[in-house]
């Protein structure tokens, strides 16, 4: 009996309605001490001192700092800029200046109230803004951490021949994961010498590399296993690294287990966020809305490392033209360093800021040209083999028309959008907004022919057969989705499928848990290696149980015949491993053929194909306040193929209720280069009576290179409920505001006389 | 060092504590704001006096004059309460308006009071409702009125050996017609950017009477003397809602903080007031 | 260090306990009780995911401390609402809805749920909403949640409980 398509329970979720799940706070280890930081409290300057009270006994704890890093002082990531622990230039606030270990949380902390950090000051680069124009120079000659260039057609001829130039500006701020379980590591040295690390992380591999570099030690002799985790979001991509550093070096120093949990504001102001980001576009477009000529820069600000940013700037850059046909394009995007500390993964990637901006810009057109938000998309929107703004022609699995009319006429747009109008009442003004995006499934470019990911089957002593793969559940549904696709490529029950735990001893490395990947790229790859392990088990079945090996296949929970049942898999199993020892198959993604791109020209096919959604937003403005509320969004999203829909579905539900947080509340106020917002009470994040009734509708256009016609899911959820809340307020209020988040202040500032 | 918790069995021993090292040690009742504080580190702990045990300042009581609530009484028993929903329901939207559930069945009515904060929700229904709060200390006890409760900025007219245990409001007027709103930044767990307590007497679309309370405007709740001078014996028309708008925007004093700016509580201010001014005459 | 005993009736077990009067409610269940269900967000009362019940009412346990606790306090926490073999109609009902996505707020929620239902057995969607207003999540967008609880006040029956699945 398939699986795949059907809603089988998550994995997990049991334990975790019992309260049995377990993650890295509720871990605790024979001898295990606490860790603490003592962290930088300027933006940009230089260590002069770092005293330490007489009034604390330090024989209570122990202390590690630069010189204590047996291997090199960095965070391995794009660049080997960051470092793990300031030995000396300080480029932003909570940066670790020293590190310390003791038996309890409480005097941890303790200890920290009684470090004094002395400083001399530089003046520090804060904002976008301020790096682009150099005055100050905080990296290189110009601030600039990448920058690219993508031109297609003949922009000049395209806007010559334009019956209207439309021009727009949007600004976008930081915005921070919170997941509910702050970051968390415990690093212990075992008695073999291996060091073995588990934490709430997204990607074990990325941990066990940054960590060689940092203790000197080999990879096989790190171990690096995920717990479960409480959210991740993108936000324990990278940053985990950071802190397996911290617990790594104070272990090796202090000769214990060491964990470190971070508390939430201390989460909130020094983990990675969404890049605050700059858009302006200038497009050229006939009477009859047809886009004919694009201008668009797409600026960044990437923080003081140059961790992610290169590849944020280039997704988000991408994906800044929309879902749309447009024969000529010249865009230039930059991210830009500054005194703060360094932005990275969040869901989408960039392609939020890359959609907001040309959503909005979109409606404006339609506004300019005196056409419906509906009928410009329908217009300009990408169909199969259309070329993108890269040159990709799409070939197949091309959603937008589907998504676009899906809702269109599922929220009765036009209609609905009238009856709005009219429904004005006195102080309440409602209104419905649309937005179409899509979403690169898989690396960019060459990204996973480089890096080859791998996955694996392995034989177990029950009779199961285990799923091997680095990448993690972190509530997306990843280790319920690719058993699933695992037990249909066997031809085997669900339950006689399991999954091993992400642990870098046990499983190969996939590469990370990102840019919607998992589900396409592991997908492909377990199919790769059952058709292996059947081939396998098949040919010992026919010797040792004399049976005709062109006969043999497995139904349920059986190894058939033609229509005799010889045996249970888990027999089979069984057999196998008591005569041949052990048998695991790996095996590598490889990207469908025909995939070609230049990186130095970004043309070409960006990504193996596309994910597509559409939003609708209805909204409701309080004209005596701005208070805007959502009271309903339609999505229809077409991802290829959906394993688990209702798995799909609550994705498609998070993602929307996050960008709807995006759009309208979630407000990150630094001020002089140190966050303000930095408590749960300060930084707003959306409760159940923020979030809005949704109509989720899925639609499946299969692609040929998917497990089962699988795309990637997790990020597009979140691409296109900020453009739609903002389209709908627009259409409600006539404001447009083009700056997130929309806040009743900004509303109001928008609109005061 | 011993953090010294104290829990008195009873008032005098409560006193007696608040009096013998004025100020030392917090009063503890529900926790809600105080641990808030001391775990994120804005005030230093040494002990606190866990006020629980005071069975005398739970409860809600009814009387021919009004309704008489303890201090210790918690923001869900409040608004759960039949008389204080029916007369008072500006008061029941307020305890239901702070935090959550969770919150509001371990905060006070006293806590939230005595914590003073401008913002503090039940403060502009109180003030609006000239409510009168009792202060006991060893001497004996006080009544003092809603309008010299409030005296700065988180401080209250109590010294340090009082100890607040009840607050009595008056029986509205069947007739009277009262409101709470809110602004918040999202509709639950919100600390108020703006609030407003108004409850007044309107006759054939006229203003009898009417009393405005504003809360996050100010170092304190206020009360709006110029517009409810400007609203009394007035019909409201779309023009006169708009005066008393601009009217309450020049009588609050906000600030930009961390929730919002100066300009837009003003203009929220007026909007929440004209908005009861709409619903109280139909005018939606 | 001065501590202080207290007799409590923790998931319906008799239990001493004995710890200082300024330790968080949290700590309590977390560190010395090792009821690790009870999960720490935010330890600012913002999160709920330290939710549990006190004396039948859903409350913040970061926000309590033991010194507050009373001789015979009732404490249920998740653990406490199935059993080992079963699971509460609740908790089935967010298993088989998608209420759980990757479950750090699963016991906050769950608590928060089961207090609503003691109540009101039979809430509008709007009513749940606003009985877990005090429980953030950051993956499900709360849509399943909510449907988990509808479907949980429309299944059960005071005191039925099936075999757990899955």
């Known amino acids: ?753 | 060092m011993t953090f010294a918790y104290n829990r008195p069995p009873n008032i005098p021993e409560a006193l007696a504590l608040m009096t013998a090292s004025p100020g030392t040690f917090p009063v503890l009742a529900g926790g809600t704001d105080l641990i808030v504080q001391w775990r994120s580190g804005i005030i230093k702990l040494d002990g606190v006096i866990d006020i629980s045990e005071l069975a005398q300042l739970r409860g809600i009581s009814v009387t021919d004059e009004g309704v008489e609530i303890g201090a210790l009484a918690t923001h869900a028993e409040i608004a759960a309460n039949g008389v204080v929903a029916q007369r008072f329901p500006s008061l029941a939207t307020a305890c239901l308006s702070i935090g959550g559930p969770q919150i509001q069945n371990r905060g006070t009515i006293g806590g939230n009071v005595m914590n003073a904060s401008p913002a503090g929700d039940t403060l502009p229904v109180l003030l609006a409702h000239d409510a009168d709060f009792l202060a006991q200390d060893l001497t004996g006890e006080r009544w003092i009125p809603a309008r010299e409760f409030f005296v700065g900025y988180r401080k209250t007219a109590l010294k340090p050996q009082e100890l607040l245990t009840r607050i009595r409001i008056r029986m509205p007027d069947t007739k009277e017609r009262g409101s709470f709103l809110k602004v918040g930044a999202r509709r639950a767990q919100a600390i108020s950017k703006v609030s407003l307590c108004v409850r007044g007497r309107i006759r054939h679309g006229g203003v009898d009477w009417i009393k405005i309370a504003v809360g996050s405007v100010a170092p304190t709740p206020i009360r709006a003397p110029g517009t409810e001078a400007l609203l009394t014996g007035k019909v409201i028309t779309d023009s006169m809602i708009e005066l008393a708008r601009n009217s309450l925007a020049d009588e609050v004093f906000p600030i930009d903080d961390i929730r919002s700016t100066a300009d837009y509580r003003r203009f929220a201010a007026g909007g929440l007031l004209a908005r009861y001014l709409r619903e109280m005459t139909s005018r939606a | 260090m001065q501590t202080v005993i207290k007799r409590l009736k923790i998931n319906d077990v008799e239990r001493e306990i004995d710890a200082t009067p300024e330790m968080r409610l949290l700590d309590l269940l977390r560190s010395q009780l090792k009821l690790t269900g009870t999960k720490e967000g935010c330890g600012e009362g913002e999160c709920g995911a330290c939710s549990m019940l006190l004396n039948g009412e859903v409350i913040d346990s970061c926000l309590m401390l033991v010194g507050q606790l009373k001789d015979g306090d009732e404490i249920l926490t998740v653990e406490g609402l199935g059993d080992v073999d079963h699971l509460s109609p609740l908790q089935e009902c967010f298993v088989h809805e998608g209420g759980a996505q990757c479950g750090i707020c699963t016991p906050g929620m769950l608590m928060a749920a089961h207090a609503l239902l003691r109540k009101n057995p039979r809430p509008t969607r709007e009513e749940i909403a606003t009985a877990i207003s005090g429980n953030l999540c950051r993956c499900t967008g709360y849509v399943k949640i909510i449907d988990a609880i509808e479907k949980a006040s429309q299944a059960s029956k005071a005191g039925k409980v099936r075999k757990g699945k899955g």
């Open chain 1, 1 to 753: 009996m398939p699986t795949v398509g059907k809603s089988v329970t998550r994995r997990h979720a049991v334990e975790m309605a019992m309260g049995r799940a377990l993650y890295v706070d509720d871990l605790q280890m024979p001898g295990m001490w606490h860790g603490a930081v003592v962290r930088t409290s300027i933006p940009h300057g230089r260590v002069r001192r770092v005293e330490l009270s007489q009034s604390f006994d330090w024989n209570r704890v122990v202390l590690a700092d630069a010189r204590d890093i047996p291997g090199r002082n960095c965070v391995a990531m794009i660049e080997d800029d960051l470092p793990l622990i300031v030995h000396d230039v300080v480029k932003h606030v909570g940066e670790a200046v020293m590190l310390i270990a003791a038996p309890t949380r409480d005097l941890a902390l303790e200890a920290r109230r009684h470090v004094k950090v002395e400083y001399e000051e530089w003046e520090p680069v804060l904002t976008l803004e301020d790096s682009k124009a150099a005055r100050i120079k905080i990296r290189g000659e110009d601030n600039v951490v990448a920058r690219y260039e993508m031109h297609k057609g003949d922009a000049a001829k395209g806007f010559a021949s334009a019956d209207k130039v439309v021009e727009g500006t949007y600004t976008m701020g930081h915005q921070e994961h919170i997941y509910i379980e702050p970051q968390g590591m415990i690093a212990a040295l075992r008695d073999d010498g291996v060091f073995s690390v588990v934490g709430s992380l997204q990607c074990p591999y990325y941990v066990s590399k940054a960590l060689s570099i940092i203790m000197s030690m080999p990879e096989d002799r790190i171990s690096v296993r995920q717990a479960l985790i409480g959210g991740a979001f993108g936000g324990k991509e990278d940053y985990p690294s950071v802190i397996a550093g911290y617990c790594a070096v104070l272990a090796r120093k202090c000769q214990r287990p060491v964990k470190i949990v971070y508390d939430r504001d201390e989460d909130i102001e020094v983990s990675t966020k969404r890049h605050p980001a700059i858009v302006r576009h200038r497009t050229g477009v006939r009477k009859d809305g047809t886009l004919v000529a694009m201008d668009i820069d797409f600026e960044l600000d990437a923080g003081a490392y140059v961790t992610l940013s290169p590849v944020v700037l280039s997704r988000g850059f991408i994906h800044s033209a929309g879902p749309y046909r447009c024969d000529n394009v010249s865009a230039r995007c930059c991210a830009y360093a500054t005194n703060t500390a360094p932005n990275g993964a969040f869901r989408g990637f960039g392609a939020p800021q890359g959609l907001f901006p040309i959503e909005v810009h979109m409606d404006r057109i339609a506004e300019a040209v005196g056409i419906s938000p509906l009928e410009i998309r329908r217009r300009n929107l990408l169909r199969d083999g259309d070329a993108t703004v890269t040159g990709q022609v799409l070939r197949g699995s091309v959603g937008a028309s589907a998504v676009l009319e899906a809702v269109a006429k599922r929220s009765r747009f036009e209609k609905r959008r009238k009856e709005l109008a009219k429904s004005r009442r006195k102080n309440i003004c409602k209104g419905l907004g649309i937005s179409l995006f899509h979403h690169g499934s898989g690396f960019t470019g060459s990204g996973e022919a480089v890096l080859k990911g791998k996955a694996g089957l392995r034989l177990d002593a029950d009779g199961r057969i285990a799923v091997l793969t680095a990448c993690t559940e972190m509530g997306q549904g990843s280790h319920t989705v690719l058993p699933q696709i695992a037990a249909d490529h066997l031809g085997v029950d669900l339950s006689c499928v399991t999954i091993e735990t992400p642990d870098t001893a046990l499983v190969p490395n996939s590469g990370p848990t990102v840019a919607s990947r998992t589900t396409m790229v592991m997908g492909v790859v377990l199919g790769k290696c059952a058709s292996q392990l059947k081939e396998r088990l098949f040919a010992f079945a026919a010797k040792r149980f004399d049976a005709d090996a062109g006969r043999l296949s497995f139904k349920g929970e059986n190894l058939m015949s033609g229509k005799k049942t010889l045996m249970p898999v888990s027999g089979l199993v069984k057999a196998y491993l008591a005569e041949k020892g052990a048998l695991t198959i790996i095996d590598h993604y490889e990207l469908p053929p025909g995939i070609h791109w230049n990186d130095k020209t970004f043309n070409g096919d960006a990504y193996p194909v596309y994910a597509w959604g559409c939003n609708a937003a209805e909204v409701e403005v309080d004209l005596d306040t701005f208070e805007v509320h959502v009271s309903k969004i339609w999505t229809a999203s077409e991802m290829g193929r959906a394993v688990n829909p209702l798995l799909a579905e609550g994705q498609v539900e998070g993602g929307t209720v996050q960008a709807l947080g995006w759009a309208l509340m979630e407000r990150l106020v630094m001020k002089d280069g140190h966050v303000r917002s930095n408590r749960l009470q300060t930084y707003i994040i959306p409760t159940a009576l923020d979030a809005p009734e949704m109509e989720t509708i899925l639609l499946e256009l299969p692609f040929e290179y998917g497990p089962m016609g699988a795309k990637g899911l997790g990020e597009l959820p979140m691409d296109g409920g900020a453009p739609a809340i903002a389209n709908a307020i627009a259409h409600a209020t006539g404001i447009r505001i083009c700056d997130l988040p929309i806040t009743p202040e900004r509303l109001y500032e928008a609109c005061k006389p």
